[in-house]
């Protein structure tokens, strides 16, 4: 996760910065421009880094525990019966990466049980685990 | 008056169709020429010699009627092995089936022409889907009535041919106290004063009062707009109780009757506003999951989520106490969070409050417009634990209880750190529990 979200920081900061260098030909600010993106892709890569080591969860006998962020602490619980599906999501990058993000949903939209950069085997076992789970355990509305 | 059949019919899969009144068309075709009306308004058709428009507009007609009682001649319904299944469309055929024990609430929605022809609209909630799935439009009053007692007498797990259960009126609202109630509350007093400052504007400065008068006219439009409305949706509050659920009639132009079965209520919130302290009145609203949102424009005129729009606060106490069964909001006295949350919330604070025993959850919050949410333990979908930068300082943290309705929010506010967290670890014992016990006894409904 930490990665492709550097990649693509670097990507879509340099990319005008090259553009821009093409069009005016002036070498000294284009390369200025570059550096910026290198500085703001470093940024984000430390922002992400902690960001990353924050992310956790745990699968719980009854329920899933998902905790995350460094400026808002968030700690999420949610019961395996009070799931209505799993998402398994996999941008681009991702794919390219071998990641997937394993989103589970509960009928309350407000529920927030995301887990980002998971390997896709990782995912894939996640995924299974709490459908069976989630159907063992289903409770009405 | 001869009519064509609409008596059932068995159809060669043994199933016992039945089809919807046959004036629907005639009432659905008022939409069809709203929107012939609105096409004649269009500059292209203006410029139409006359002639041709009218040869249009009469061609039009027989082609609306026949698609009218075509769509109406295709359209069947019966209820089956605990399923409702409505069959639509003309062209395109479409086959809906809408398990019953899912049902989250029943609806009998009466728009102002139906009513004239005696004609009511059914309507079915459940999850999912933003929009009411398979309303049964149009039908005879009397049958609406009796396809809700079959369906929710299915729905309950009940033998379907039982008569009709009775009901018991527990609380009328009078047209005047609700009235007066909306008068007091938050945008028909904006709505006063906007029309106060126009007129003192009127007097001062003559000249200033169009251009002023235009700017602000969208909310003087919004606000007398929700008034307005919320009176003609809530005239005639009736809350009755019936052994298959709650049964909540209003509306002055369109009626509509609700029926929230047992244990389908999600979340309870009792609102104050400012005003209304002084009278004891107090507005109580009702979560239910499977209403289209609000918002979402899906919903007819006469939707609303109060359970009771206006009630002195003992009388909706008492209802509360029924709906919720072994709530008393009395008995519940809720902990305020340190004094320290002050700094967090300086103007919220004197109001924030939680209780959560074995049975419910109940949080307070709100200055001006107190509100106290009222969440039953066997419906929190999930809890959240969170916590700002400024809450750390303060060692503060918020503890979310997530529902499945769209209008309640349930929050213990900046409790102390280590309270929301053993709060949290407290709520997820309590509601496990909750959820057991719940399904033991539903498994054993069933048996």
């Known amino acids: 996760m930490r990665r492709a979200q550097f990649l693509l920081t670097l990507g879509v900061l340099a990319l005008p910065g090259a553009v821009a260098a093409v069009l005016l030909g002036q070498s000294l600010i284009a390369a200025a421009v570059v550096a910026l993106a290198v500085i703001g892709a ?60 394993v989103h589970m949903h509960t009928a309350a939209a407000a529920s927030d049980a995301r887990i980002p950069g998971l390997p896709t085997a990782e995912a894939a076992r996640l995924r299974d685990r709490l459908a069976t789970l989630g159907e063992a355990r289903a409770a009405g509305l | 008056m001869t009519l064509p059949t609409t008596s059932p019919v068995t159809a060669p899969d043994g199933l016992v ?18 929107v012939l ?17 009218a040869y249009l507009l009469l061609g039009a007609i027989p082609l609306a009627a026949l698609y009218g009682f075509l769509s109406w001649r295709f359209t069947r319904f019966t209820i089956a092995e605990s399923n409702l299944r409505l069959e ?30 005696g004609l009511a609209e059914l309507r079915l909630e459940v999850v999912g889907g933003g929009r009411t799935e398979a309303p049964l439009t149009y039908l005879g009053e009397d049958r609406a009535a009796a396809v809700r007692a079959r369906l929710l007498a299915l729905a309950a797990g009940v033998a379907a041919d039982a008569p009709p259960p009775p009901e018991l009126v527990l609380v009328q609202v009078p047209g005047g106290v609700l009235a007066a109630a909306i008068a007091l509350g938050g945008p028909a007093i904006t709505g006063g004063l906007l029309v106060l400052g126009l007129g003192v504007l009127a007097v001062v400065r003559p000249e200033a009062l169009l251009p002023v008068g235009i700017s602000l006219f969208p909310l003087l439009l919004g606000t007398g707009g929700f008034a307005v409305r919320r009176f003609l949706t809530e005239y005639g509050f009736t809350v009755a109780d019936s052994p298959d659920g709650l049964r909540l009639r209003h509306g002055l132009l369109e ?61 909706a106490t008492a209802v509360l106490g029924h709906v919720l069964a072994g709530v008393d909001l009395a008995r519940l006295p809720t902990a305020p969070p340190p004094r320290r949350a002050r700094w967090r919330a300086p103007l ?33 979908q999930s809890l959240r634990l969170v916590q700002g930068p400024w809450q750390r300082r303060l060692r503060l943290a918020t503890l979310h209880l997530d529902t499945a309705g769209r209008d309640v929010h349930a929050r213990a506010a900046h409790r102390d750190a280590a309270e929301a967290e053993a709060l949290f670890e407290r709520g997820v014992l309590l509601t496990r529990a909750a959820r057991a016990a719940e399904s033991a006894s539903r498994a054993a409904l069933r048996a």
Not at chain 1, 49 to 59: F, I, K, L, P, S
């Open chain 1, 42 to 101: 470093l940024t984000v890569w430390t922002v992400t880094a902690r960001q990353w080591r924050a992310w956790g969860y745990a699968e719980r006998e009854a329920d899933l525990l998902v905790r995350r962020g460094v400026l808002v602490w968030r700690l999420s619980v949610v019961p395996y019966g009070r799931m209505q599906f799993v998402d398994v999501t996999a941008g681009p990058v991702d794919r390219w990466l071998g990641l997937a993000t």
């Open chain 2, 17 to 34: 169709w039945e089809r919807l009144h046959p004036l629907t068309p005639l009432l659905r075709g008022y939409r069809v020429i709203g």
């Open chain 2, 37 to 53: 009306a609105v096409g004649l308004t269009q500059e292209s058709v203006r410029s139409m010699p006359a002639r041709v428009a």
């Open chain 2, 88 to 117: 639509t469309g003309v062209l395109f055929r479409r086959s809906r089936r809408v398990p019953l024990e899912r049902l989250q609430a029943v609806d009998i929605v009466r728009p102002l022409f139906a009513r004239a022809l």
């Open chain 2, 255 to 315: 009626t509509r009757a609700q029926t929230i079965p047992r244990g389908r209520v999600q979340a309870i919130r009792v609102v104050e506003p400012l005003l209304w302290r002084r009278f004891g009145w107090v507005r109580v609203e009702v979560d239910v999951a499977g209403y289209p949102g609000r918002h979402t424009g899906q919903e007819a005129q006469s939707a609303t989520s109060a359970l009771l729009p206006v009630a002195p606060k003992g009388l």
């Open chain 2, 348 to 380: 919220l604070f004197p109001h924030l409050g939680v209780a959560w025993d074995d049975r419910h959850a109940v949080t307070t919050f709100g200055r001006l417009r107190r509100v106290t949410d009222v969440v039953p333990n066997e419906k929190v």
